[in-house]
C-alpha cells in the first residue's frame, strides 16, 4: 500500500503570494508546498484521492496521475475542495461519475456551491456520484473508515484505509486530541497528521500535539502535514523522532 503526498502546506500554501517564505529556506524545493492532498494507492494499482485542493491540476500532472477510483473530502474549506473541477478530465471515458464521498454537512456544502459537479449543466454529465458515509464499509477493495474530528467551529473528516494487510490514516485539520481519536487511528502503519505551526492554534493540531498523537497511536510512521512558512523542512526534521517525517510535495511512502 503506497502513500502519495500531493500537497503539504497550510491554506496559503509556502511561499505565500509576494514570495513570503517566512522561516523556510527557499533553496530547498521540499519547502515549497501546495495546499494538502493525498492519494492512497493499492498493490493492485487501485487509488483514491481525498480531496481536491485549488493546486490539484498541478498535483496530478506533477505526480502522473490520470485516473482514480474514488474521491473524499474532508471539509468544506477553500483549501481542501476548491480544485473540484480538476475531476473533469478523470471523468472522461467513465460511463458514470468518479464516486465520491463526504460526511453530511460536508455534501450538502459542495452541492450548494458547485451544483454542476454532481448534477451536469447544459448537456454535460455530472462529474461525481456523492455518496455519504454513512454506509461506507468497503470501496474498490479498501476498507475504510471515518471520524468527524473539531476544527475549530466545524467538523473535519478523518479517514482511516485498509488494504494489503496495511493501513494508512489520514488526520488533517483537527484541533483536538481525544479517547475516540487515538483509539480509530491507533496501529495504523502510516498516519499522516495535521501540524500547522509548533505555537498553538485555535482550529488545528501544533507540532506538540501532533507528536503526541504519534506516540498515543502508536503509528508505525507519522507524517507531518498542513505546514505554515515557520515550518522549515530541515529544522523541523531535526527536531523530530525517528518514527515522525516532514511531509513534503511528492512524498511517496510505502506501507
Known amino acids: 500500500m503506497k ?12 511561499p505565500r503570494i509576494g514570495n513570503d517564505w517566512g522561516e523556510c529556506d527557499p533553496a530547498n524545493p521540499k519547502n515549497r ?17 481525498v480531496d481536491t485542493s485549488p493546486d490539484l491540476r498541478h498535483q496530478l500532472l506533477a505526480n502522473d496521475i490520470g485516473r482514480i477510483d474514488g474521491v473524499f473530502w474532508t471539509h468544506d474549506h477553500a483549501d481542501h475542495c476548491h480544485g473540484i473541477d480538476d ?7 467513465r460511463s458514470a461519475g468518479i464516486p465520491g464521498f463526504a460526511s453530511q454537512a460536508t455534501g450538502d456544502s459542495l452541492k450548494r456551491r458547485f451544483s454542476y459537479v454532481f448534477t451536469g449543466q447544459h448537456g454535460y454529465p455530472n462529474i461525481v456520484d456523492l455518496n455519504g458515509l454513512d454506509t461506507l464499509r468497503i470501496h474498490a477493495g479498501f476498507g ?5 474530528m ?46 500547522l505551526r509548533r505555537e498553538p492554534h485555535p482550529t488545528h493540531a501544533s507540532l506538540a500535539m501532533a507528536l503526541e498523537f504519534s506516540q498515543r497511536t502508536g503509528a508505525g510512521k507519522t507524517v507531518l502535514s498542513h505546514l505554515d512558512k515557520s515550518m522549515d523542512y530541515a529544522t523541523l526534521s ?15 511512502l510505502e506501507a
Not at 508546498?33 to 484521492?49: K, P, Y
Not at 531535526?238 to 511517496?252: H, W
Open 144 to 148: 475504510v473508515k471515518s471520524l468527524e
Open 150 to 195: 473539531p476544527h475549530g467551529p466545524i467538523c473535519s473528516t478523518g479517514y482511516r484505509f485498509d488494504a494489503d494487510g496495511k493501513s494508512i490514516g489520514y488526520a488533517t485539520d483537527f484541533c483536538q486530541l481525544s479517547d475516540e481519536l487515538i483509539g480509530f487511528f491507533r496501529g495504523v502503519d502510516v498516519l499522516v497528521s495535521d501540524c
Open 33 to 49: 508546498r501546495t495546499r494538502v492532498s493525498i492519494v492512497v494507492e493499492s498493490n493492485a494499482g487501485t487509488r483514491l484521492l
Open 3 to 14: 502513500l502519495i503526498v500531493l500537497g503539504s502546506g497550510t491554506s496559503t500554501g509556502v
Open 87 to 93: 475531476l473533469r478530465p478523470l471523468r472522461f471515458g
Open 238 to 252: 531535526a527536531e523530530i523522532p525517528n518514527t515522525v517525517l516532514v511531509g513534503y510535495d511528492g512524498m511517496v
